[in-house]
């Protein structure tokens, strides 16, 4: 068995920041008074909730493409640009819950670790595929 220690420890940090802001709504729900299923209804609980689904909707496109350039190209690599994709959805949480007009740059740079980790993982199949 291949063991990816890091690629594990960045997936189950990635796992963490989405309980985390899932958290974070049903806080948000309590503090402003909305009763599920209503999704709208303060700005401040629409924004926990949009950070919320944002950070599923990526974390989703995300752990596949970590794990495979973590089997096919390694560990250290997938972990780190992981890394940078949750430090980056962090921040971009913190700015969207602040000003969402602040949130761009926290983005394009998770943006362009999943692209690295989604390129990476490509080349690590292509290459296997084609020995």
């Excluded at 890091?6 to 963490?16: E, K, N, S, W």
Aim: aromatic share 10%.
């Amino acid at each position: 068995m291949t063991q990816l220690p890091l690629t594990a420890l960045v997936t189950l940090m990635i796992c963490r920041l989405v309980m985390a802001t899932g958290i974070n709504v049903g806080r948000a729900r309590g503090l402003y008074g909305i009763k599920a299923p209503a999704v709208t209804g303060h700005e401040l609980f629409e924004r926990a909730y949009r950070i919320q689904r944002n950070t599923l909707e990526n974390a989703v496109l995300v752990l596949p493409a970590l794990w495979l350039y973590g089997g096919f190209i390694g560990d250290r690599g997938a972990a780190a640009l992981g890394a940078v994709w949750l430090l980056a959805r962090i921040g971009y949480a913190i700015a969207y819950q602040k000003d969402p007009a602040k949130r761009g740059p926290s983005f394009g740079l998770s943006v362009l670790a999943f692209a690295g980790l989604a390129a990476g993982g490509l080349w690590g199949v292509i290459k296997v595929l084609t020995a």
